[in-house]
């Protein structure tokens, strides 16, 4: 039975990037995934970025959809970007908070993601199919566990149809966050976002920055092979695939993967698993 993909990606900075990133698409493509996403304002890259990379997947024909983050908006600015994407015939949007760098404040008309989705869903019906993130290891910033768990029912209820996860090595986290959306009475799919093991110091540094949690013998595997880069893929390729194959036999709707903008990898870990 085949598992629905997704593939994640973030904007490029330069003509050449571009170009590289073009062929890697079309090697990810060739695995037939349901939509392509693209991360807004992460890591210092701007909104054109993010909207002129959704325009070639969607030119490319496939289903784009575009990360959509409200930290520091107006709802007029929000209006204007999503008739935007609307206009370029976007269906799909991962639809966030965000994270304004430190030293600045929570400005703007938007406090929470909740917000944003209620907001879309005023202004444009049913036109976009919305995707909330959600944390099976909890959202740094939550004041509890519960609290999280009830912001996140709060966004499905005011209209997300989906939820895509933070990264997790541990499937036990996802499935007992399943389990308490389900207790909450909420049947959305929450697809598990895969991170491939491409380098140590880039999992570490990410990691720590989004909370989610490298097992202790993962951490101290990949400290041994120090700078042995064929080593630490061989090894991330086994424990990501195995991770995969697990959730897959668990019953997951679908793997949305965090490419970080390579196929190699994530192509690795589709052959390994027969996606
Ligand atoms: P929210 O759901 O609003 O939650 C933020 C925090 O507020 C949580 O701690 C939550 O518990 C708390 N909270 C929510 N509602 C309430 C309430 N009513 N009262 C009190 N507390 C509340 N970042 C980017 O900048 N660009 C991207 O493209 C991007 N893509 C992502 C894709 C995925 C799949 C994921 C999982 C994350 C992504 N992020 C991205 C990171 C994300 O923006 C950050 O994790 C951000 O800190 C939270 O965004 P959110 O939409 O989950 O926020």
Redesign the pocket.
């Known amino acids: 039975m085949s598992l629905p993909i997704s593939f994640e990606f973030f904007p490029t900075k330069t003509p050449e990037g571009a170009a590289r990133h073009a062929k890697v698409r079309q090697e990810l493509y060739a695995r037939r995934p349901e939509f392509c996403s693209v ?4 890591g210092g890259s701007t909104q054109s970025g993010t909207f002129g990379m959704v325009a070639d997947i969607q030119k490319e024909g496939v289903s784009a959809a575009s ?1 959509f ?1 409200c930290v520091g908006a107006t709802r007029g600015k929000v209006r204007a970007e999503l008739d935007e994407l609307k206009s370029m015939g976007v269906k799909r949007l ?6 304004l760098p430190s030293g600045y404040g929570l400005g703007g008309e938007f406090h ?3 917000d944003l989705i209620a907001f879309i869903r005023e202004e444009f019906g049913d036109w976009f199919h919305i995707e ?4 099976p290891e909890v ?1 740094p ?3 509890s566990p519960e ?2 768990l009830k ?2 029912a ?2 499905v209820r005011a209209g997300a149809d989906s939820a ?3 990264y997790f090595y541990n499937a036990d986290a996802y499935w007992r966050f399943v389990e308490a959306v389900r207790a909450m009475g909420l049947d959305v799919p929450v697809v598990p ?1 895969i991170m491939p093991i491409i380098s140590s110091t880039q999992l570490m540094r990410f990691s720590d920055a ?1 909370g989610a949690e490298i097992p202790r013998w993962i951490r101290l595997r990949l400290q041994a092979f120090g700078d042995d880069s064929a080593s630490i893929r061989e090894f991330g390729l086994d424990v990501v695939t195995r991770l995969c194959d697990q959730l897959r036999s668990q019953g997951v709707p679908g793997l ?1 993967f965090y490419t970080m903008n390579q196929s190699v990898a994530t192509l690795q870990i589709c052959d390994r698993l027969g996606l």
Do not use: E, P, W
Not at 94 to 99: E, N, S, T, W
Not at 132 to 135: L, S, T, V
């Open positions: 991360t807004y304002g992460a990360h983050s991962v639809a966030l908070r965000g994270d929470y993601a909740s909330a993130a959600a944390y959202h910033q939550a004041k609290a999280d912001a996140f709060v966004k895509i996860t933070q976002g989004c949305h």
